[in-house]
């Protein structure tokens, strides 16, 4: 089991920037695919990006790319969310979380939860 916690949500006008970290703990963070969701009130949480165990491969939900970019310090067992661009329809709480699949993408793969980081685009 991995243990985590995320930190750097908060309040941001539209076009701003914010960086999502997730510090973890427990599990080889290294061989731990992480991914980082969002969940907006009403919606369903979604996928965001994902990073597999020593960052050869990437996955980012086509709202966010060419503006969000994921990224992983194995030896400070952190993963990282850099958000530019930020529009509105970002607002949402973000999770990362941890799956022992390499490939994993949907939020069922994932076996370990963080308990959210709030993000507000204000526009």
């Known amino acids: 089991q991995v243990q985590l916690v995320e930190s750097g949500g908060g309040l941001v006008q539209a076009g701003g920037s914010l960086r999502l970290s997730c510090a973890a703990s427990?599990?080889?963070?290294?061989?731990?695919?992480m991914g980082w969701f969002r969940q907006a009130p009403g919606k369903e949480r979604d996928v965001v990006a994902r990073?597999?165990?020593?960052?050869?491969?990437?996955y980012y939900a086509d709202s966010v790319k060419g503006r969000f970019t994921i990224s992983r310090d194995n030896a400070k067992s952190t993963v990282y969310l850099q958000m530019n661009s930020l529009k509105p329809e970002d607002t949402a709480v973000y999770y990362c979380?941890?799956?022992?699949?390499?490939?994993?993408?949907?939020?069922?793969?994932?076996?370990?939860w963080g308990q959210g980081t709030q993000v507000t685009v204000a526009s």
């Open positions: 979380a941890g799956a022992r699949s390499l490939g994993a993408i949907r939020g069922s793969e994932y076996e370990d």
């Open positions: 427990g599990r080889t963070f290294s061989r731990t695919t």
């Open positions: 990073i597999t165990w020593f960052g050869a491969s990437t």
